[in-house]
């Protein structure tokens, strides 16, 4: 595989499941991340869990300040490739904030993208969302469906695939990958690295989780009036670890092209579950009470989606192995052994 790595945002819930399967492969990693939203103990625990060549800078790559820095540490590191995961990702604030994530999702990826032009290094596997598409695809989505993402956040991750898109038409040096991952849930099965969101979660999972451990009294359910077989939305959630190695075996797949490439790959499991399946999952995992209400439907939630994971499989020999119990049981491991996540 290549050996020599840039990982942006690898100190994050993504981004640390990313290094230790990198690292168990004995790649060298360069991480760069500012710790915005993510946790320092998490990089002494990806090397407690696969020992190995991994280096953090602390830096931002969307300020321009820590430009220069950046550029110098990945050109003195000598990379053969990157995978950029850094960003901000609450569709939220993006919707309160949309020119703050423009700002920082795309400068991000640009000043990546010079960097690793300074350094010679023109192998790039982006981290981009199923959000890309829009509501009108028929289900299991595939890579040629429509796309039309209903937030800011969801624009910025096109907006970036487009212009990786036109980076690498234009240079055909350039061999890139958008990965559009559907829902990651789950934890390293050790139980060292998961999700430490900030503040009250919005995710199904780490939500879930929360309540689980008695951090949060009741979880709400978005809605039980969608056409779905419970009348709750259904998502494709995909265990962490899975995840973690298509990255690895995107990178073995840009290896291994002599020409230049622009990509779009799915990365799910291609089964959904509804919120209720996941719950009742959760419960039989942790063995634990999960009292939740139904609660009216969220703005810009889409009743059903569930990818279509044959390109990746085509593609990379990559398919996702990790049953939903797994992935329950994994991050009530995670979740029970770190209640207050690294600062536990
Ligand atoms: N849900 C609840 N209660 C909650 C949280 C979620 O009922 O407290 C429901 C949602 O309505 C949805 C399902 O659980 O039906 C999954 O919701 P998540 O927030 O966990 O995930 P989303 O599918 O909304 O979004 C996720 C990521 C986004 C990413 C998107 C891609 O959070 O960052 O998948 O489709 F862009």
Same mark, same amino acid.
């Given at each position: 595989?290549?050996?020599?790595?840039?990982?942006?945002?690898?100190?994050?819930?993504?981004?640390?499941?990313?290094?230790?399967?990198?690292?168990?492969?004995?790649?060298?990693?360069?991480?760069?991340?500012?710790?915005?939203?993510?946790?320092?103990?998490?990089?002494?625990?990806?090397?407690?869990?696969?020992?190995?060549?991994?280096?953090?800078?602390?830096?931002?790559?969307?300020?321009?300040?820590?430009?220069?820095?950046?550029?110098?540490?990945?050109?003195?590191?000598?990379?053969?490739?990157?995978?950029?995961?850094?960003?901000?990702?609450?569709?939220?604030?993006?919707?309160?904030?949309?020119?703050?994530?423009?700002?920082?999702?795309?400068?991000?990826?640009?000043? =990546?993208?010079?960097?690793?032009?300074?350094?010679?290094?023109?192998?790039?596997?982006?981290?981009?969302?199923?959000?890309?598409?829009?509501?009108?695809?028929?289900?299991?989505?595939?890579?040629?469906?429509?796309?039309?993402?209903?937030?800011?956040?969801?624009?910025?991750?096109?907006?970036?695939?487009?212009?990786?898109?036109?980076?690498?038409?234009?240079?055909?040096?350039?061999?890139?990958?958008? =990965?559009?991952?559907?829902?990651?849930?789950?934890?390293?099965?050790?139980?060292?690295?998961?999700?430490?969101?900030?503040?009250?979660?919005?995710?199904?999972?780490?939500?879930?989780? &929360?309540?689980?451990?008695?951090?949060?009294?009741? =979880?709400?359910?978005?809605?039980?009036?969608?056409?779905?077989?419970?009348?709750?939305?259904?998502?494709?959630?995909?265990?962490?670890?899975?995840?973690?190695?298509?990255?690895?075996?995107?990178?073995?797949?840009?290896?291994? &092209?002599?020409?230049?490439?622009?990509?779009?790959?799915?990365?799910?499991?291609?089964?959904?579950?509804?919120?209720?399946?996941?719950?009742?999952?959760?419960?039989?995992?942790?063995?634990?009470?999960?009292?939740?209400?139904?609660?009216?439907?969220?703005?810009?939630?889409?009743?059903?989606?569930?990818?279509?994971?044959?390109?990746?499989?085509?593609?990379?020999?990559?398919?996702?192995?990790?049953?939903?119990?797994?992935?329950?049981?994994?991050?009530?491991?995670?979740?029970? &052994?770190?209640?207050?996540?690294?600062?536990?």
């Amino acid at each position: 595989m290549t050996k020599r790595i840039v990982v942006t945002g690898g100190a994050g819930y993504i981004g640390s499941h990313v290094c230790v399967e990198l690292l168990s492969r004995g790649a060298a990693l360069l991480v760069i991340d500012n710790l915005a939203n993510s946790h320092p103990e998490a990089i002494n625990r990806i090397s407690e869990l696969a020992p190995g060549d991994i280096r953090l800078i602390e830096r931002d790559l969307a300020n321009p300040a820590h430009k220069d820095d950046i550029v110098s540490a990945v050109r003195e590191f000598h990379p053969d490739g990157a995978i950029h995961l850094a960003g901000l990702k609450a569709v939220g604030e993006s919707v309160a904030e949309p020119a703050m994530y423009y700002r920082i999702n795309l400068g991000a990826t640009l000043t =990546l993208v010079e960097a690793l032009e300074a350094a010679n290094a023109r192998s790039l596997v982006f981290s981009s969302s199923a959000t890309v598409y829009g509501d009108e695809n028929a289900n299991p989505v595939s890579e040629t469906g429509r796309t039309a993402p209903a937030n800011p956040y969801g624009r910025t991750k096109l907006f970036i695939e487009e212009m990786l898109k036109d980076i690498a038409r234009a240079d055909s040096r350039w061999r890139t990958v958008n =990965l559009r991952y559907f829902n990651p849930v789950g934890a390293h099965p050790s139980g060292r690295i998961g999700e430490d969101p900030n503040g009250i979660p919005n995710n199904l999972f780490p939500f879930i989780a &929360q309540v689980a451990v008695c951090k949060r009294k009741t =979880l709400s359910v978005f809605g039980d009036d969608y056409p779905t077989r419970d009348g709750t939305g259904v998502r494709d959630y995909i265990h962490v670890c899975d995840l973690a190695r298509g990255h690895a075996a995107a990178l073995d797949y840009l290896d291994k &092209q002599t020409t230049g490439c622009a990509l779009d790959v799915n990365l799910g499991t291609g089964t959904g579950y509804s919120v209720l399946e996941a719950i009742a999952a959760f419960k039989r995992a942790s063995n634990r009470d999960i009292p939740f209400s139904i609660a009216p439907r969220r703005e810009g939630d889409v009743a059903e989606i569930y990818a279509d994971a044959d390109r990746a499989k085509k593609l990379f020999d990559w398919r996702a192995d990790k049953s939903l119990e797994a992935m329950c049981a994994d991050h009530w491991r995670w979740q029970s &052994q770190n209640p207050d996540g690294y600062k536990s």
